[in-house]
Nanobody
Framework: QVQLVESGGGLVQAGGSLRLSCVAS????????MGWFRQAPGKEREFVSA????????YYADSVKGRFTISGENAKNTVYLQMNSLKPEDTAVYYC?????????????????WGQGTQVTVSS
């Protein structure tokens, strides 16, 4: 059984920073990519960022480019999301996902495993 566990969420003022972490565990777990999505109340889950282990390519939603940075360690099945210059519109539950089949990292339904989510709240 594969488990993804996120941590690092919390309450921060606008302009502040948070660092999210996600660790995947489970026997023979391997992924081609790991990513972050977020879901605000009443909205659909949306892509935030992803990293493809082969080649280290990173991807970002336009709304977070220049503010968020994704990084990780494939050997440790760990991915991080450094979030700077946070805005109230970044408020959401952030989910970590793992994708095993080299499909598009931008589509939530392509991810095989998900964490339980961590709440990020940015006050104005």
């Amino acid at each position: 059984q594969v488990q993804l566990v996120e941590s690092g969420g919390g309450l921060v003022q606008a302009g502040g920073s948070l660092r999210l972490s996600c660790v995947a565990s489970g026997r023979t777990f391997r992924s081609y990519a790991m990513g972050w999505f977020r879901q605000a109340p009443g909205k659909e889950r949306e892509f935030v960022s992803a990293i493809r282990w082969s080649g280290g390519s990173t991807y970002y939603a336009d709304s977070v480019k220049g503010r968020f940075t994704i990084s990780g360690e494939n050997a440790k099945n760990t991915v991080y999301l450094q979030m700077n210059s946070l805005k109230p519109e970044d408020t959401a539950v952030y989910y970590c996902g793992a994708e095993r089949s080299s499909r598009s990292v931008f589509i939530a339904s392509n991810y095989d495993y998900w964490g339980q989510g961590t709440q990020v709240t940015v006050s104005s």
